[in-house]
């Protein structure tokens, strides 16, 4: 019986320990392919758009709402936003899109990457990763251009970015109108230097069966 208390205490310690410690191993990044939304967007997008800066550990699980710190618009250039991390589904709501990625993310990687360590240097952070991956034009260097008459096999689509990247990245497919189509990339970057990554197992266990079809379509923007 003691014995019993005793291991429930150890475990009861690790799992407060794991809960108020909100430091991250690597840098998760999720983007959008507008294409795959009906909206109208502006003529300056055309490349994929983020969604998200997600700070996560190994093991499959995230910090989030690390500190209190309030959105504030005067750490946003708004032009940039629109350009590189608009909300492909509701452009309308963007700035609610956009304070809800930094209270939730924002702030643990703001208080814990050693390098960007405020919630304008996160934004811009953001914008300067996204904007120097270049995904449309590596693919149209593989003949895999934006398309609603032909369809690509998703592993071209992969081994044409890692040729550029160096490292996996994962495709996220739908059936949008009864069609297979692109609708995310998503690819790891380390903590501190900003570089893409190889990602840990846990990644490739929740992200890499995002687009299991044989073929998908990669829709023009603004079709």
């Not at 044409?160 to 069609?179: M, P």
Request: charged share 20%.
């Amino acid at each position: 019986m003691k014995k019993s208390v005793f291991v429930l205490s150890l475990f009861l310690v690790f799992c407060f320990a794991q809960a108020s410690n909100h430091d991250f191993d690597f840098i998760l990044m999720n983007l959008n392919w507008p294409g795959s939304q009906t909206n109208t967007f502006s003529s300056s997008i055309d490349h994929f758009t983020l969604h998200g800066l997600w700070p996560n550990y190994d093991s499959g699980s995230w910090p989030q709402y690390c500190t209190t710190e309030k959105f504030d618009k005067s750490n946003v250039d708004q032009d940039l936003m629109e350009t590189w991390w608009t909300d492909v589904w509701s452009p309308s709501q963007e700035w609610s899109f956009w304070e809800h990625e930094w209270t939730r993310h924002g702030t643990c990687l703001a208080e814990y990457d050693p390098v960007t360590t405020t919630q304008k240097g996160f934004f811009e952070l953001g914008i300067t990763l996204v904007s120097n991956l270049d995904f449309v034009g590596w693919l149209q260097e593989a003949g895999i251009k934006p398309s609603k008459t032909t369809s690509y096999k998703p592993a071209d689509m992969l081994a044409a970015i890692k040729s550029h990247t160096e490292q996996d990245v994962f495709l996220g497919c739908g059936k949008i109108d009864g069609v297979e189509q692109v609708e995310t990339i998503v690819l790891c970057f380390s903590k501190g230097e900003h570089e893409v990554m190889k990602c840990p197992d846990s990644a490739y266990s929740s992200w890499g069966n995002q687009c299991s079809y044989d073929s998908v379509y990669l829709y023009p923007i603004n079709h």
